[in-house]
T-cell receptor, first 114, second 108 residues
Framework: DAGVTQSPTHLIKTRGQQVTLRCSPK?????VSWYQQALGQGPQFIFQ???????QRGNFPDRFSGHQFPNYSSELNVNALLLGDSALYLC?????????????FGPGTRLTVT | QQPVQSPQAVILREGEDAVINCSSS?????VHWYRQKHGEAPVFLMI?????EQKGHEKISASFNEKKQQSSLYLTASQLSYSGTYFC?????????FGAGTTVTVRA
């Protein structure tokens, strides 16, 4: 059973460019959350997708957008990249059978903006 | 709002005990604990729910004081494999907010 997968593993972009990160959830999971983790910090919640809709959003600007596909996979898009967007981007999937549920994290995409 | 964790770091020898604390300024329904080893993804440890229910996979215990809006994670008889950064998370309407983490180093 494959866990959460993310692509690409590493990415280098220039300021002002746009980037798309991809995530495939664990088998049987229908909810995907995205997090940004700066070096030495805890993961910061970007947004969560469920039934192809953004269900909740953290304190991130509109430059951060996402999408969930019918097969539950998800994309994170970041426009007009800033140096401060350099971070590890984590995707986590879960099956919300109850109000609180455990999340399974993928290995992350390391984004470097130069 | 992010929960606050303490201490920031702790160094232990194998077999020693440690406590990691997590507090929130908001009323908590649940507290989540994850561990992240260097260069790896965070891994779920446990969820503590209001009312006392706990769901976890490891032999690491924790407590949840709803009135004080605090949780503590207990590392008992620590093993080398316990090394990593521990994050507590508080949940509100599908949004999980993590603390800054506590780095635990267990030495032989």
């Amino acid at each position: 059973d494959a866990g959460v997968t993310q692509s690409p593993t590493h990415l280098i972009k220039t300021r002002g460019q746009q980037v798309t990160l991809r995530c495939s959830p664990k088998s049987g999971h229908d909810t995907v959350s995205w997090y940004q983790q700066a070096l030495g910090q805890g993961p910061q919640f970007i947004f969560q997708y469920y039934e192809e809709e953004e269900r909740q959003r953290g304190n991130f600007p509109d430059r951060f957008s996402g999408h969930q596909f019918p097969n539950y996979s998800s994309e994170l898009n970041v426009n007009a990249l800033l140096l401060g967007d350099s971070a590890l981007y984590l995707c986590a999937s879960s099956f919300p059978g109850a109000y609180s549920y455990e999340q399974y994290f993928g290995p992350g995409t390391r984004l470097t903006v130069t | 709002q992010q929960p606050v964790q303490s201490p920031q770091a702790v160094i232990l020898r194998e077999g020693e005990d440690a406590v990691i604390n997590c507090s929130s300024s908001k009323a908590l329904y649940s507290v989540h604990w994850y561990r992240q080893k260097h260069g790896e993804a965070p891994v779920f440890l446990m969820i503590l729910l209001k009312g006392g229910e706990q769901k976890g996979h490891e032999k690491i215990s924790a407590s949840f004081n709803e009135k004080k809006q605090q949780s503590s994670l207990y590392l008992t008889a620590s093993q080398l494999s316990y090394s990593g950064t521990y994050f507590c998370g508080t949940e509100m309407t599908y949004k999980l907010s993590f603390g800054a983490g506590t780095t635990v180093t267990v030495r032989a």
